[in-house]
């Protein structure tokens, strides 16, 4: 920030004194760009590479921004590496999408001392002082999951098997991530209000459709049956189908074992729209332009709310259309 007000200073009275000696100068020099350092948690997920190139598009170079991206590739250590990195280059702002909720208070006190504003995106994160941030914007994780919980009661109401003990087998994203501590109490809490529902194992699925599929096949070698999965993202939720189908276990709208999964990313929908998952509960990646618009509200000295939440929706066989997944960005 202070690199950037220096910069203008001069700018500006090269400027006037282009002014002072000859023809005044028609051709004003554009305003220097806006230096963002964004840290991103990796690549585990279609939902991420979506929200990487929601951020890209809309922080470029011809929207005004410089943009310096790190990936931490999963690693909240090489998210610190990389926000030192920003405060050492003297960005303007650093923009966090964070692994975890913990750990933070450390290092965005040393960007805090530096005089550069935090904005965070996603996840959110636990801190003793929350001016250390200047604000947050993602999706209401909690809600998420009572979309599903709520759906799957409708659907079993439907079936007529409200009085029947219904087995789920959870599949969660990474530790201490907020969508995953929020889908999964959304979860644990609709289990603790239902006599009838149980969860028969919680497997930590990362995020990622390798590591689930690994889990669930050694899982199905148990034995033990259930009659719906609750997966916290798309691509685990790909994971498990696979290790289902070879193991010759239904799924899906006419078959042994309810899907329920969130992202909604266009793949899942296809998936949906097949008949082979139930609900995709959407958590929007897009988060790119409400970003940019954010730091050029800060810049104009605009308030702001602390959080800012994105609109969600879900989807089932019976309201999706070919239409309406060729129209998703992503
Ligand atoms: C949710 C985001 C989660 C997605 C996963 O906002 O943090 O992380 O649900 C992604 O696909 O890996």
Known sequence: MKTRRILSLVLFLLFLASCAGNAPNTEDPPPPLIRVGFSQVGSESDWRLANTKSMTNALSEENGFELLFDNARQKQE???LAIR?????EVDYIVIAPIS???WDSVLTEARDAGIPVIIMDRQIQVEDDSLYTCWIGSDFYNEGKIAVNWLDDQLALQKRTDEDINILHIQGTDG????LMRTKALEDAVAEREHWNIVAQLKGEYTEAKTYELVSEYLKTGESFDVIYSENDNMTF???RALNEAGI??????EVTVITFDAVREALQYCLNGKIDLCVECNPLHGPRVADIIRRLERGDSLSKKNYMEEISFSFSTLTPEIINAREY
């Open 78 to 80: 090489n998210q610190f």
């Open 85 to 89: 990195n920003f405060i050492q280059q």
């Open 101 to 103: 909720e913990y750990g």
């Open 177 to 180: 991530a907020t969508a995953q």
């Open 239 to 241: 994971g498990a189908l």
């Open 250 to 255: 239904t799924h899906g709208r006419y078959g």
